[in-house]
């Protein structure tokens, strides 16, 4: 956990963050954002951060894989053209087709990868063991299981660092869960066969089962959203 949070503070200040050939850490920051904490840090966390770092590489099991993004190296601060690049080359993860071509019933649940909050861990746990909630039918609420499960595995860790929470990911509104798409997180939104083409700290843009396209909103869920797993 304390290399995700690491992770989530270098983001803050506009590093860039990647392994070398050699399995070191390289941190890109602009002039001055590198404190003498961070520094010290990157020092204590080094083993673990290599490790979650492994993580995002591209070609591996959960094809992880995080997009160069900019940084300002200039203290005058950048221009204009320099803005924009800051703006649209932000932190990306994309994934395969998720549920292409099998329904989520005849699908076994994804594990649970390590670097979540315990918290998210510990509900995720407890969506796979307890009875549907009442307002939902047993496929519906399944099929959010399978969802929250599998975007916890190909996408958890890289969101907590870039800034989803619980609600944006798992959230229900607790008045009318199955009813509320306002307070619905990205599970429980998604449908049989959609694909998640990526995600950064904003949004994540999903393609549909005919082609079409939507953006889902960090930050969209009501305030009374809270975790499925809170819920029951």
């Known amino acids: 956990?304390?290399?995700?949070?690491?992770?989530?503070?270098?983001?803050?200040?506009?590093?860039?963050?990647?392994?070398?050939?050699?399995?070191?850490?390289?941190?890109?920051?602009?002039?001055?954002?590198?404190?003498?904490?961070?520094?010290?840090?990157?020092?204590?966390?080094r083993d673990e951060l290599v490790?979650?770092?492994?993580?995002?590489?591209p070609g591996q099991e959960r094809g992880w894989g995080f997009a160069?993004?900019?940084?300002?190296?200039?203290?005058?601060?950048?221009?204009?053209?320099?803005?924009?690049?800051?703006?649209?080359?932000?932190?990306?993860?994309?994934s395969?087709?998720?549920?292409?071509?099998?329904?989520?019933s005849s699908c076994e649940l994804a594990a649970i990868p390590p670097g979540l909050p315990a918290e998210w861990r510990d509900g995720?746990?407890?969506?796979?063991?307890?009875?549907?909630?009442?307002?939902?039918?047993?496929?519906?609420?399944?099929?959010?299981?399978?969802?929250?499960?599998?975007?916890?595995?190909?996408?958890?860790?890289?969101?907590f660092v870039m800034g989803w929470n619980a609600e944006d990911l798992f959230g229900l509104d607790p008045a009318a869960p199955s009813a509320r798409y306002d307070g619905m997180g990205l599970s429980f939104f998604l449908k049989p066969e959609?694909?998640?083409v990526s995600l950064n700290d904003e949004r994540a843009v999903i393609r549909h089962p005919r082609g079409a396209e939507s953006r889902f909103w960090v930050g969209r869920c009501v305030p009374e959203s809270r975790p499925a797993w809170d819920l029951i």
Not at 96 to 104: D, K, Y
Not at 148 to 159: L, T
């Open 124 to 159: 995720l746990e407890r969506l796979a063991s307890v009875p549907r909630h009442p307002d939902f039918s047993e496929a519906r609420w399944a099929l959010g299981v399978w969802w929250a499960r599998q975007i916890a595995s190909e996408h958890g860790v890289p969101a």
């Open 96 to 104: 395969p087709v998720l549920a292409g071509g099998n329904t989520f």
């Open 1 to 45: 956990m304390a290399a995700a949070a690491l992770l989530s503070s270098l983001h803050t200040i506009g590093a860039a963050v990647s392994l070398t050939p050699e399995g070191k850490v390289r941190v890109e920051a602009p002039e001055g954002a590198l404190t003498d904490d961070l520094q010290d840090q990157l020092r204590r966390e």
């Open 194 to 196: 959609c694909q998640i």
């Open 51 to 57: 490790a979650l770092l492994e993580t995002f590489k």
């Open 68 to 94: 160069s993004f900019a940084s300002a190296a200039s203290a005058a601060g950048p221009d204009a053209a320099q803005t924009r690049t800051l703006r649209t080359q932000r932190t990306q993860v994309c």
